[in-house]
């Protein structure tokens, strides 16, 4: 059976388009060379319009107005001058001409200095990722390094900023181990100094390494947007937490993503332990959620190393006291057991005849420690009680009484917490320098970034509980008597300050009058802090006078 000839318009429809295409390419090449000039003109008049735009942008705004000022004097002039539109539009032509004669360059591949940082990157994890037995292996010494890495990305410098790496599927991904072995050559290989994050989808046998800008250290002290029994520990970055706070960074209001611990009856983690080096700014974490709990709580504030951070808080309502020395210490703590050991008696009275929780035992009490092993120290020497001890029932029964543990301590003198305090405190915080191995031992687990050698007071990381590990940076609270302190710091942690009562202030202004010393110690004057013991149904602890 003979074939029958395909149509005409079949057969040369595969001409017919190559020809169109041929017409259409030759018709936009001499387009191109008729309007070059208009496009080089254009292309000068957006150069010139954006880095006006940059230049105004950069501009004082007292400067602003002296600058308008000035360029309508030169258009005035401009324009009555003999021809001088004419001119004008001639010189902002050439310019544009001259300013947008050379074509800007489209980057569409690495350069050689990134290919052979890619390359030099693939051979150091050849050894990593690749076994004797295997047949076509994915990493070999002098192979395409292409195969393995998918996506990159380089900044300014030529480091990388972005790499997506596809291992072998016999690769051990489940050891710690050798995930940490992996992270810690990515991040010698890619350059030091940044912070990288990694990302490993076992699933899919991939690794995705991206380097993390630094979180914003503007935010200060102010009244978050909480609802009762939440406290803001800092915030993170914006794909770690789904919820968002407004507000104030410097001079400009904002969401921000908060690091929020909640606290209360039914809270899984109830009290908190943060760890840290000198200057880390653990007493400042502290003294942000003081200034949070005073909002519906009361205070016990114990400072073991006695040099007044927590001065500005004495005498203020909701403060029960602010202790110093250890005797103090010794008995603001037993105090605190026992209204406990109250408060659980008293609601489960209440619950047994069929009445709500008195008032009394429903108002949180916060107990916050800062270098109890200090106190523990002393304590030792003079054969006395270590405060810890008093921490036992506070720590085992809070959650069920509204009492609420923090403490603080250094990484040098975290061994010397009691047994209590690190099984109980299961929120978790570390602040400052750390390496992986410190962070792991406090949070349980190690980052899944690379800590950075220098950080600023206030950064680190959080865990409450079994969740995933954050990055964190604590609002800027830093103590308003301290000379150091800025006055827009200074000014946003006593704004959250309730004032205080009058003679307190009274007393405290005339010690500061008659030379005393800036380090407050003791505890509140018994007719600052009956009031409020009254209206926690306690009886109020006698003043014990300052040690030493």
Same mark, same amino acid.
């Given at each position: 059976?003979?074939?029958?000839?395909?149509?005409?318009?079949?057969?040369?429809?595969?001409?017919?388009? *190559?020809?169109?295409?041929?017409?259409?390419?030759?018709?936009?090449?001499?387009?191109?060379?008729?309007?070059?000039?208009? %496009?080089?003109?254009?292309?000068?008049?957006?150069?010139?319009?954006?880095?006006?735009?940059?230049?105004?942008?950069?501009?004082?705004?007292?400067?602003?107005?002296?600058?308008?000022?000035?360029?309508?004097?030169?258009?005035?002039?401009?324009?009555?001058?003999?021809?001088?539109?004419?001119?004008?539009? %001639?010189?902002?032509?050439? !310019?544009?001409?001259?300013?947008?004669?050379?074509?800007?360059?489209?980057?569409?591949?690495?350069?050689?200095?990134?290919?052979?940082?890619?390359? !030099?990157?693939?051979?150091?994890?050849?050894?990593?990722?690749?076994?004797?037995?295997?047949?076509?292996?994915?990493? $070999?010494?002098?192979?395409?390094?292409?195969?393995?890495?998918?996506?990159?990305?380089?900044?300014?410098?030529?480091?990388?900023?972005?790499?997506?790496?596809?291992?072998?599927?016999?690769?051990?991904?489940?050891?710690?181990?050798?995930?940490?072995?992996?992270?810690?050559?990515?991040?010698?290989?890619?350059?030091?100094?940044?912070?990288?994050?990694?990302?490993?989808?076992?699933?899919?046998?991939?690794?995705?390494?991206?380097?993390?800008?630094?979180?914003?250290?503007?935010? /200060?002290?102010?009244?978050?947007?909480?609802?009762?029994? =939440?406290?803001?520990?800092?915030?993170?970055?914006?794909?770690?937490?789904?919820?968002?706070?407004?507000? %104030?960074?410097?001079?400009?209001?904002?969401?921000?993503?908060?690091?929020? +611990?909640?606290?209360?009856? &039914?809270?899984?983690?109830?009290?908190?332990?943060?760890?840290?080096?000198?200057? /880390?700014?653990?007493?400042?974490?502290?003294?942000?959620?003081?200034?949070?709990?005073?909002?519906?709580?009361?205070?016990?504030?114990?400072?073991?190393?006695?040099?007044?951070?927590?001065?500005?808080?004495?005498?203020?309502?909701?403060?029960?006291?602010?202790?110093?020395?250890?005797?103090?210490?010794?008995?603001?703590?037993?105090?605190?057991?026992?209204?406990?050991?109250?408060?659980?008696?008293?609601?489960?009275?209440?619950?047994?005849?069929?009445?709500?929780?008195? =008032?009394?035992?429903?108002?949180?009490? +916060?107990?916050?420690?800062?270098?109890?092993?200090?106190?523990?120290?002393?304590? $030792?020497?003079?054969?006395?009680?270590?405060?810890?001890?008093?921490?036992?029932?506070?720590?085992?029964?809070?959650?069920? !009484?509204?009492?609420?543990?923090?403490?603080?301590?250094?990484?040098?003198?975290?061994?010397?917490?009691?047994?209590?305090?690190?099984?109980?405190?299961? /929120?978790? *915080?570390?602040?400052?320098?750390?390496?992986?191995?410190?962070?792991?031992?406090?949070?349980?687990?190690?980052?899944?970034?690379?800590?950075?050698?220098?950080?600023?007071?206030?950064?680190?990381?959080?865990?409450?509980?079994?969740?995933?590990?954050? &990055?964190?940076?604590?609002?800027?609270?830093?103590?308003?008597?301290?000379?150091?302190?800025?006055?827009?710091?200074?000014?946003?942690?006593?704004?959250?300050?309730?004032? &205080?009562?009058?003679?307190?202030? /009274?007393?405290?202004?005339?010690?500061?009058?008659?030379?005393?010393?800036?380090?407050?110690?003791?505890?509140?004057?018994?007719?600052?802090?009956?009031?409020?013991?009254?209206?926690?149904?306690?009886?109020? *602890?006698?003043?014990?006078?300052?040690?030493?």
């Amino acid at each position: 059976m003979a074939r029958r000839p395909l149509p005409r318009i079949l057969s040369s429809s595969s001409a017919s388009i *190559v020809r169109s295409r041929e017409i259409a390419r030759t018709a936009a090449d001499s387009a191109t060379d008729v309007l070059h000039p208009l %496009i080089t003109i254009s292309r000068g008049l957006r150069l010139i319009i954006a880095a006006l735009r940059g230049k105004w942008a950069a501009t004082p705004k007292e400067r602003r107005s002296p600058a308008l000022f000035l360029t309508a004097a030169v258009v005035l002039v401009v324009a009555l001058i003999p021809y001088g539109p004419l001119l004008a539009l %001639i010189t902002v032509m050439g !310019a544009a001409g001259w300013k947008g004669r050379e074509k800007p360059v489209v980057k569409t591949g690495p350069d050689d200095t990134e290919l052979a940082r890619l390359q !030099a990157l693939y051979e150091a994890l050849v050894p990593y990722f690749s076994v004797p037995e295997d047949p076509n292996p994915l990493f $070999a010494h002098g192979g395409e390094w292409d195969r393995a890495f998918s996506e990159f990305a380089f900044d300014d410098d030529g480091r990388i900023t972005r790499l997506r790496v596809r291992y072998p599927a016999y690769f051990t991904d489940g050891e710690a181990d050798a995930r940490a072995r992996i992270e810690q050559l990515l991040h010698a290989k890619s350059g030091r100094g940044r912070e990288y994050h990694f990302a490993w989808d076992q699933e899919g046998n991939q690794l995705d390494l991206s380097v993390l800008g630094a979180l914003p250290t503007s935010i /200060a002290a102010q009244r978050f947007v909480t609802s009762p029994g =939440e406290t803001v520990l800092g915030f993170t970055d914006a794909d770690a937490v789904q919820r968002r706070v407004p507000v %104030i960074a410097g001079e400009e209001s904002q969401d921000a993503p908060p690091v929020i +611990w909640r606290t209360g009856p &039914r809270s899984t983690e109830p009290h908190l332990l943060v760890a840290g080096r000198p200057g /880390a700014g653990t007493t400042t974490l502290l003294r942000s959620i003081a200034l949070q709990a005073l909002k519906d709580g009361d205070l016990l504030i114990v400072e073991g190393s006695g040099t007044g951070e927590y001065a500005c808080l004495t005498g203020r309502p909701g403060v029960l006291a602010v202790e110093c020395g250890l005797a103090g210490a010794l008995a603001t703590l037993e105090w605190a057991s026992h209204e406990t050991e109250r408060r659980l008696i008293s609601a489960n009275r209440a619950r047994q005849a069929g009445h709500p929780a008195p =008032e009394d035992t429903r108002r949180p009490l +916060w107990i916050l420690l800062d270098r109890p092993s200090v106190l523990a120290d002393l304590a $030792a020497a003079d054969g006395r009680t270590d405060p810890q001890h008093l921490l036992q029932v506070p720590l085992r029964h809070g959650r069920s !009484a509204g009492v609420t543990v923090v403490v603080a301590e250094q990484f040098d003198t975290l061994d010397d917490l009691s047994e209590p305090v690190r099984s109980h405190t299961r /929120a978790r *915080v570390v602040l400052g320098p750390a390496s992986r191995d410190q962070v792991a031992s406090v949070l349980g687990v190690p980052p899944h970034t690379t800590p950075t050698p220098d950080a600023p007071p206030g950064r680190g990381y959080a865990r409450l509980g079994t969740g995933p590990v954050l &990055r964190l940076q604590v609002p800027a609270t830093p103590d308003p008597y301290d000379e150091a302190t800025t006055e827009a710091h200074r000014q946003a942690v006593l704004d959250l300050l309730p004032a &205080r009562d009058e003679p307190v202030e /009274a007393r405290l202004m005339e010690k500061q009058t008659n030379g005393g010393e800036a380090t407050l110690t003791g505890t509140v004057p018994p007719e600052a802090a009956a009031p409020d013991r009254a209206r926690a149904g306690a009886a109020p *602890v006698e003043a014990v006078p300052a040690e030493g």
